[in-house]
């Protein structure tokens, strides 16, 4: 599965921002689907991630409550609703794909998210 994400971009602190990642093919919904970001000097870390079914979904303590992730396994399409955002939400952010049952995992090429304060 190729993944393509987008709608990054500048946004001051207490916006919001949706992020989009396009995949390609048409086993979208064998894959459970998550986003990732990884900060200047840090390592990547775990944002969200919602089961193949959309049934289950899955937060960081530091964005719970903001961010809500979804799928449009239709459209082949995962989201992150990023609202009321935080400088220390800036980052690099990748969405990753996990085939069901596997340790097989995939990424996107990133989209940049600046929040201002």
């Known amino acids: 599965v190729q993944l393509q994400a987008s709608g990054g971009g500048l946004v001051q602190a207490g916006g919001s921002l949706r992020l989009s990642c396009a995949a390609s093919?048409?086993?979208?919904?064998?894959?459970?689907m998550g986003w990732f970001r990884q900060a200047p000097g840090k390592e990547r870390e775990f944002v969200a991630a919602i089961s193949w079914s959309g049934a289950g979904a899955y937060y960081a303590d530091s964005v719970r409550g903001r961010f809500t992730i979804s799928r449009d396994n239709a459209k082949n399409t995962v989201y992150l609703q990023m609202n009321s955002v935080k400088p220390e939400d800036t980052a690099v952010y990748y969405c990753?794909?996990?085939?069901?049952?596997?340790?097989?995992?995939?990424w996107g090429q990133g989209t940049l998210v600046t929040v201002s304060s």
């Open positions: 990753s794909a996990q085939l069901i049952g596997t340790t097989s995992q995939y």
């Open positions: 093919g048409r086993t979208f919904s064998r894959y459970d």
